[in-house]
């Protein structure tokens, strides 16, 4: 899933997406194995498109950090 993400130039997670939309298709033969995707697919029309459209349209963060929330880490 990285790997393929990176040939893309996009987050593993909007692959994900894409993949459980159906827009993408990949197999995951093993519940806790890797997701396997073509490289045919990989360089198909629909992944390029899935590509551009995730370099044009960035989504935001689910939650916007600002001074009042807390870090999980010290500064120390």
Same mark, same amino acid.
């Given at each position: 899933?990285?790997?393929?993400? !990176?040939? $893309?130039d996009i987050s593993p997670r909007?692959?994900?997406l894409a993949i459980d939309r159906g827009e993408i298709?990949?197999?995951?033969?093993?519940a806790d194995g890797p997701w396997v995707i073509?490289?045919?697919? =990989?360089?198909?029309?629909?992944?390029?498109? =899935?590509a551009r459209?995730?370099?044009?349209?960035?989504?935001?963060? !689910?939650? $916007?950090l600002s001074e009042k929330h $807390?870090? $999980?880490f010290s500064n120390t």
């Open positions: 899933m990285t790997d393929a993400a !990176a040939y $893309l909007t692959l994900r298709p990949a197999d995951h033969p093993f073509s490289r045919d697919i =990989l360089e198909s029309e629909t992944a390029q498109t =899935l459209r995730a370099q044009v349209q960035p989504r935001k963060p !689910a939650v $916007l $807390l870090s $999980l």
